[in-house]
């Protein structure tokens, strides 16, 4: 694992400026697991780059389903998940065909069975977000972000 680039006291008014930034720094196709606490933003940060691909997101939600395909973009979200196993029902091939990027939410644990089910030409990468500051009060809160390159087994 190599850490490729890491982002201070990220506020959500700076994610357009940190994914044009994380772009150049993927190598696609690219798998992102995002991983972190609930609650510090990977969906929010899953959203904006949903955005910056010029995808009208106004009736996807990352949140409800397991897989969701958008555009040249394909988000899954594994905290449901229950075994490994469930990965290979997923059919994820299909839905990676002719796609750029691929966003894993809670996919660390199940990294191995991404290496087996995702096509051999994704790069893979870990975005690592912490929370680094809340202010009371104010709803305004400041993240921590690495980007980690993940070799490719």
Do not use: C
């Given at each position: 694992m190599n850490?490729?680039?890491e982002?201070?006291?990220?506020?959500?008014?700076d994610?357009?400026?940190?994914?044009f930034?994380?772009?150049?720094?993927?190598t696609t196709p690219?798998v992102v697991?995002?991983?972190?606490d609930?609650?510090?933003g990977?969906t929010?940060?899953?959203?904006?780059?949903?955005?910056?691909?010029?995808?009208?997101?106004?009736?996807?939600?990352?949140?409800?389903?397991?897989?969701?395909?958008?555009?040249?973009?394909?988000?899954?979200?594994?905290?449901?998940?229950?075994?490994?196993e469930e990965?290979?029902?997923?059919?994820?091939?299909?839905?990676?065909?002719?796609?750029?990027?691929?966003?894993?939410e809670?996919?660390?644990?199940?990294?191995?069975?991404?290496?087996?089910?995702?096509?051999?030409?994704?790069s893979?990468?870990?975005?690592?977000f912490?929370?680094?500051?809340?202010?009371?009060?104010?709803?305004?809160?400041?993240?921590?972000?690495?980007?980690?390159?993940l070799p490719?087994?």
């Amino acid at each position: 694992m190599n850490v490729l680039r890491e982002w201070k006291k990220v506020y959500e008014g700076d994610l357009d400026s940190i994914i044009f930034e994380l772009k150049d720094f993927l190598t696609t196709p690219a798998v992102v697991i995002l991983s972190g606490d609930i609650g510090v933003g990977k969906t929010t940060f899953t959203k904006s780059f949903i955005k910056s691909l010029n995808i009208n997101e106004t009736t996807v939600s990352p949140t409800y389903s397991v897989v969701n395909e958008v555009g040249e973009m394909v988000h899954a979200d594994f905290y449901r998940l229950k075994s490994a196993e469930e990965i290979v029902h997923l059919e994820l091939p299909m839905y990676l065909e002719e796609k750029d990027y691929f966003f894993v939410e809670w996919g660390k644990p199940y990294l191995k069975q991404l290496h087996n089910e995702v096509p051999r030409e994704f790069s893979f990468f870990e975005l690592l977000f912490e929370m680094n500051e809340t202010l009371d009060g104010h709803n305004v809160s400041s993240r921590n972000l690495q980007l980690i390159d993940l070799p490719n087994n």
